[in-house]
């Protein structure tokens, strides 16, 4: 194999140094038989939605959107005395839980574990180790400075990606190219099936294409977090997400230093490691704005979680760190306590299983006193004031937990939308689900469910409604019509095949069972946002008093709060004290105009018209830009009454148990609410509801804009402060009957005028004025620069197509407007939050989205799905 890789020794110096490393430390297999094995095979169940954990209960406090969330995060870290249980699909050592970060340095995410860790605190991370080529999330950069900070914080990394055959290896990748190898051209889904497996690896009889994509965190056993948001990069917003941070008039007040200020369509990440690799200038790009949903729990559920952290921490010790690192690393007893043998852990198992799940399972060990005190501290000790009734739910199989398959997110997921009585509301990463058989490789059959679900209500006359909010490019290709952008297409082609094409999609099974009026029952729909770069005249002005560019200042600003050495060597962007000597000039700038106009579609917020700017009319107009706003939430909400919420995306990899691992909780909150329900008294729950009008209101901007350094109750954990939402105010009666008709012109109203006035100003795609290729030139690729790489021909070009009239991608289409800023920002006055209607027609007439004539691997067909 050696010849292959020094054929493409750059492009796969990382592979073999990484087969090298895990083929010398890989623990021998014969440490799945051993008594890990037969602690794995007692979590089957015959609980509800065929769960490994029973129904049970808590408290629960809903966070919409990262700034509160990790707010609420930093407060319980704090506060830490114990232990921290984290795991994530990605982690960022460098995160900031509040902001702005020049004033919040004590609360980045690294200097917080280290001072827990200090204070005698264990923490205990598990990430998902990613294939290098295919992914940015540098885990080993997340373990390697996590570890560094203190011995106190232990880091797993799962699962090894170990080629199972050299030969095969360099057989399957003989083929390729060394261009086609290049990383920064790394195209996996032209791979072939063969090459795609030896990358991944395998366990057992499973091609790990599969990652760990849970997201939580439990502080001292005692309070959980979880749901969409991981803790890293490019998660951290507000409930007006605003999408410019350029700060001419005073650099400390950045918000989102470094790898954080992030637009995936533009520049993925990039060298994860180093904070200031990131090539986007937020002079002239925006930043992607994030929308997420997460919780916090307390009381008994908090010990279902527990179990499951401590289930993953135990099957990956005995995987791949009873012989690596001897002595390390250690077991986690199953109510929290360490434990240094099999023979104690084998003890403790069975005892907590026995009292968690009821079954009746045999003592095979006594229950000694020592372990009944750990497992009070983990279950019995919790403030039981909390009523809710929740049970965690999970997606696993043997190579992720080594557990048989369990799907019960899925099967919550189903049993939840089968039992609707008025309404389902899904806000979903993704959508990809088949009514049949027939549209295989998709295997999840939520979409049958929804199929079934609206034939009932039309056979029996029934006002129902299923809405669905997603994002407009699931991925993140900035042109679409590029050959890098074939994986975002298939997800796509997937999704509108989930849609209405491709003969048996929900809405044409729908028609096929003589639902004609469709619209009446579902509906899809993405969210957008503007905002205005200040590139006022304050920032030329104190550029050139100075000396200094403003970008140069700027970066070597978030080198300081990104914690890396000032002036280290290698530094391109300038000498020492750039920072001071821009911030001794812009001290002296008057600066009025403002940083971010988000506020404007926001409830109370100004008139976009009014808002001042200093600089010509000419340079407002170029300030002005645009991006989707990625939906990232993974939550389901029935009748006000039920809520399931966690890390699961609607597609096979979340829902088949099989491949990614997820954890979601159903969450049904007894405490009464009363409300109205298509125009008649009915009683939701609090939790539902609160959340439900919650989203609703942030969409259709009938929120306040929350500045992201004024917390308040809703940032705080749960038993900290009471949910706070303004039941019965003028905003909240808007949204309070989701099935009114009122509430739906409002909802479709908002949503066509937002669409029209994004369409008009900055041509974003995918559009219904798109349905071929020829139309998406017309419409969308003759008037923009596409974002680039480094190559030098690349950026000649962009300049010459700037000079020929061409916009940068996401700013004003300048052809639409004869008269200027002025009628654009006419145009968009009339924006109210964030909601647009999905396209269903997008590219509806091009015969194969993903790549015309060009057969996908098995990669696409799995891994996309």
Same mark, same amino acid.
């Given at each position: 194999?050696?010849?292959?890789?020094?054929?493409?020794?750059?492009?796969?110096?990382?592979?073999?140094?990484?087969?090298?490393h895990?083929?010398e430390?890989?623990?021998?297999?014969?440490?799945?038989?051993?008594?890990?094995?037969?602690?794995?095979?007692?979590?089957?169940s015959?609980?509800?939605?065929?769960?490994?954990?029973?129904?049970?209960?808590?408290?629960?406090?809903?966070?919409?959107?990262?700034?509160?969330?990790?707010?609420?995060?930093?407060?319980?870290?704090?506060?830490?005395?114990?232990?921290?249980?984290?795991?994530?699909?990605?982690?960022?050592?460098?995160l900031?839980?509040?902001?702005?970060?020049?004033?919040?340095?004590?609360?980045?995410?690294?200097?917080?574990?280290?001072?827990?860790?200090?204070?005698?605190?264990?923490i205990?991370?598990?990430?998902?180790?990613?294939?290098?080529?295919?992914?940015?999330?540098?885990?080993?950069h997340?373990?390697?400075?996590?570890?560094?900070?203190?011995?106190?914080?232990?880091?797993?990394?799962?699962? %090894?990606?170990?080629?199972? @055959? *050299?030969? !095969?290896?360099?057989?399957?990748?003989?083929?390729?190219?060394?261009? +086609? =190898? &290049?990383?920064?051209?790394?195209?996996?889904?032209?791979?072939?099936?063969?090459?795609?497996?030896?990358?991944?690896?395998?366990?057992?009889d499973?091609?790990?294409?599969?990652?760990?994509?849970?997201?939580?965190?439990?502080?001292?056993?005692?309070?959980?977090?979880?749901?969409?948001?991981?803790?890293?990069?490019?998660?951290?917003?507000?409930?007006?997400?605003?999408?410019?941070?350029?700060?001419?008039?005073?650099?400390?007040?950045?918000?989102f230093?470094?790898q954080?200020?992030?637009?995936?369509?533009?520049?993925?990440?990039?060298?994860?490691?180093?904070? %200031?690799h990131?090539?986007? @200038? *937020?002079? !002239?790009?925006?930043?992607?704005?994030?929308?997420?949903?997460?919780? +916090? =729990? &307390?009381?008994?559920?908090?010990?279902?979680?527990?179990?499951?952290?401590?289930?993953?921490?135990?099957?990956?010790?005995?995987?791949?760190?009873?012989?690596?690192?001897?002595?390390?690393?250690?077991?986690?007893?199953?109510?929290?306590?360490?434990?240094?043998?099999?023979?104690e852990?084998?003890?403790?198992?069975?005892?907590?299983?026995?009292?968690?799940?009821?079954?009746?399972?045999?003592?095979?060990?006594?229950?000694?006193?020592?372990?009944?005190?750990?497992?009070?501290?983990?279950?019995?000790?919790?403030?039981?004031?909390?009523?809710?009734?929740?049970?965690?739910?999970?997606?696993?199989?043997?190579?992720?937990?080594?557990?048989?398959?369990?799907?019960?997110?899925?099967?919550?997921?189903?049993?939840?939308?089968?039992?609707?009585?008025?309404?389902?509301?899904?806000?979903?990463?993704?959508?990809?689900?088949?009514?049949?058989?027939?549209?295989?490789?998709?295997?999840?059959?939520?979409?049958?469910?929804?199929?079934?679900?609206?034939?009932?209500?039309?056979?029996?006359?029934?006002?129902?409604?299923?809405?669905?909010?997603?994002?407009?490019?699931?991925?993140?290709?900035?042109?679409?019509?590029?050959?890098?952008?074939?994986?975002?297409?298939?997800?796509?082609?997937?999704?509108?095949?989930?849609?209405?094409?491709?003969g048996?999609?929900?809405?044409?099974?729908?028609?096929?069972?003589?639902?004609?009026?469709?619209?009446?029952?579902?509906?899809?729909?993405?969210?957008?946002?503007?905002?205005?770069?200040?590139?006022?005249?304050?920032?030329?002005?104190?550029?050139?008093?100075?000396?200094?560019?403003?970008e140069?200042?700027?970066?070597?600003?978030?080198?300081?709060?990104?914690?890396?050495?000032?002036?280290?060597?290698?530094?391109?962007?300038?000498?020492?004290?750039?920072?001071e000597?821009?911030?001794?000039?812009?001290?002296?700038?008057?600066?009025?105009?403002?940083?971010?106009?988000?506020?404007?579609?926001?409830?109370?917020?100004?008139?976009?018209?009014?808002?001042?700017?200093?600089?010509?009319?000419?340079?407002?107009?170029?300030?002005?830009?645009?991006?989707?706003?990625?939906?990232?939430?993974?939550?389901?909400?029935?009748?006000?009454?039920?809520?399931?919420?966690?890390?699961?995306?609607?597609?096979?990899?979340?829902?088949?148990?099989?491949?990614?691992?997820?954890i979601?909780?159903?969450?049904?909150?007894?405490?009464?609410?009363?409300?109205?329900?298509?125009?008649?008294?009915?009683?939701?729950?609090?939790?539902?509801?609160?959340?439900?009008?919650?989203?609703?209101r942030?969409?259709?901007?009938?929120?306040?804009?929350?500045?992201?350094?004024r917390?308040?109750?809703?940032?705080?954990?749960?038993?900290?402060?009471?949910?706070?939402?303004?039941?019965?105010?003028?905003?909240?009666?808007?949204?309070?009957?989701?099935?009114?008709?009122?509430?739906?012109?409002?909802?479709?109203?908002?949503?066509?005028?937002?669409?029209?006035?994004?369409?008009?100003?900055?041509?974003?795609?995918?559009?219904?004025?798109?349905?071929?290729?020829?139309?998406?030139?017309?419409?969308?690729?003759?008037?923009?620069?596409i974002?680039?790489?480094?190559?030098?021909?690349?950026?000649?070009?962009?300049?010459?197509?700037?000079?020929?009239?061409?916009?940068?991608y996401?700013?004003?289409?300048?052809?639409?407007?004869?008269?200027?800023?002025?009628?654009?920002?006419?145009?968009?006055?009339?924006?109210?939050?964030?909601?647009?209607?999905?396209?269903?027609?997008?590219?509806?007439?091009?015969?194969?989205?993903?790549?015309?004539?060009?057969?996908?691997?098995?990669?696409?067909?799995?891994?996309?799905?």
């Amino acid at each position: 194999m050696d010849h292959l890789f020094h054929k493409v020794e750059d492009a796969f110096k990382e592979v073999k140094d990484a087969i090298k490393h895990e083929e010398e430390e890989r623990p021998h297999h014969e440490s799945h038989n051993n008594n890990a094995g037969a602690e794995q095979s007692v979590f089957t169940s015959n609980n509800r939605f065929q769960s490994f954990a029973p129904e049970t209960s808590g408290a629960v406090k809903w966070y919409v959107d990262g700034a509160s969330y990790f707010y609420a995060v930093s407060l319980a870290l704090e506060e830490a005395r114990e232990s921290v249980y984290i795991l994530d699909w990605w982690l960022s050592p460098e995160l900031y839980l509040r902001r702005p970060p020049s004033r919040n340095e004590q609360y980045r995410l690294d200097n917080m574990l280290r001072a827990a860790a200090e204070r005698g605190v264990e923490i205990r991370v598990i990430v998902y180790k990613e294939v290098t080529q295919a992914l940015t999330l540098d885990s080993a950069h997340t373990k390697h400075a996590l570890e560094a900070l203190h011995p106190n914080i232990k880091v797993f990394r799962h699962p %090894d990606h170990l080629p199972t @055959d *050299r030969q !095969k290896l360099e057989s399957a990748f003989a083929g390729l190219s060394l261009e +086609s =190898l &290049k990383l920064d051209d790394f195209s996996l889904s032209k791979f072939s099936g063969d090459a795609l497996k030896e990358l991944y690896g395998s366990f057992g009889d499973t091609v790990l294409y599969w990652a760990h994509h849970e997201k939580l965190c439990v502080v001292d056993r005692r309070i959980a977090f979880m749901g969409g948001l991981d803790m890293c990069f490019g998660r951290y917003d507000t409930n007006s997400h605003p999408i410019a941070d350029a700060h001419p008039g005073n650099l400390d007040a950045i918000v989102f230093p470094g790898q954080d200020f992030n637009n995936a369509r533009v520049y993925d990440f990039e060298g994860v490691d180093n904070w %200031d690799h990131n090539k986007l @200038d *937020r002079t !002239k790009s925006s930043r992607m704005g994030w929308s997420d949903i997460a919780i +916090s =729990l &307390k009381g008994p559920i908090v010990g279902s979680l527990i179990d499951h952290f401590t289930d993953r921490w135990n099957f990956i010790f005995d995987d791949k760190y009873t012989k690596r690192d001897a002595g390390k690393y250690e077991r986690i007893g199953f109510g929290g306590s360490t434990e240094r043998s099999h023979e104690e852990s084998h003890h403790g198992f069975f005892d907590d299983v026995q009292g968690h799940f009821n079954r009746g399972v045999r003592h095979l060990i006594g229950e000694g006193q020592e372990h009944q005190e750990h497992r009070d501290r983990g279950r019995d000790n919790f403030d039981r004031s909390g009523s809710v009734k929740i049970q965690l739910c999970r997606s696993c199989s043997e190579w992720s937990a080594g557990h048989p398959t369990e799907h019960s997110i899925a099967n919550a997921y189903i049993n939840a939308i089968e039992n609707a009585q008025h309404f389902v509301y899904i806000e979903n990463q993704f959508f990809i689900t088949a009514t049949s058989d027939e549209q295989k490789p998709v295997e999840n059959k939520i979409g049958a469910t929804i199929v079934s679900r609206i034939v009932r209500a039309h056979n029996n006359r029934e006002d129902f409604q299923v809405i669905v909010l997603m994002p407009a490019v699931p991925a993140f290709a900035g042109d679409l019509k590029s050959d890098g952008a074939l994986g975002t297409r298939a997800i796509m082609e997937f999704q509108y095949n989930s849609i209405n094409r491709g003969g048996y999609s929900i809405i044409e099974s729908l028609q096929k069972e003589g639902v004609d009026d469709w619209r009446r029952y579902i509906g899809f729909y993405n969210l957008r946002n503007y905002d205005r770069i200040n590139i006022s005249s304050t920032l030329h002005q104190v550029e050139q008093e100075s000396g200094v560019s403003y970008e140069s200042a700027r970066r070597e600003h978030d080198d300081r709060v990104g914690g890396y050495p000032y002036g280290n060597e290698g530094n391109e962007y300038g000498n020492e004290g750039n920072y001071e000597r821009y911030q001794s000039a812009a001290s002296n700038a008057r600066d009025r105009t403002w940083d971010t106009v988000s506020s404007c579609y926001m409830d109370g917020g100004p008139d976009i018209r009014n808002v001042p700017w200093d600089g010509s009319p000419e340079s407002e107009l170029d300030a002005f830009v645009s991006e989707e706003l990625y939906i990232h939430s993974k939550v389901l909400i029935a009748d006000d009454r039920l809520v399931i919420c966690g890390s699961a995306n609607l597609n096979d990899r979340s829902q088949l148990g099989t491949h990614d691992s997820e954890i979601a909780v159903v969450i049904e909150d007894p405490e009464p609410v009363e409300s109205t329900m298509n125009g008649q008294p009915f009683t939701a729950s609090r939790f539902a509801a609160s959340l439900r009008r919650q989203l609703w209101r942030k969409h259709l901007g009938l929120l306040p804009d929350q500045p992201w350094d004024r917390p308040n109750a809703n940032w705080t954990p749960v038993g900290r402060d009471p949910q706070d939402y303004d039941w019965g105010s003028r905003a909240d009666r808007l949204v309070e009957d989701p099935m009114s008709e009122d509430f739906r012109n409002l909802w479709t109203g908002t949503a066509r005028t937002n669409t029209e006035v994004f369409t008009k100003v900055f041509h974003p795609v995918p559009n219904d004025h798109v349905r071929t290729w020829d139309q998406y030139e017309d419409f969308f690729s003759r008037y923009f620069v596409i974002p680039t790489g480094d190559d030098e021909k690349e950026k000649e070009k962009a300049e010459e197509e700037r000079r020929n009239g061409k916009v940068d991608y996401g700013h004003v289409v300048r052809d639409e407007f004869p008269g200027g800023v002025a009628e654009v920002k006419d145009w968009l006055s009339r924006v109210r939050g964030t909601l647009v209607e999905m396209p269903l027609d997008f590219l509806v007439d091009v015969e194969d989205l993903a790549k015309s004539g060009l057969s996908l691997n098995a990669f696409t067909d799995e891994i996309y799905t």
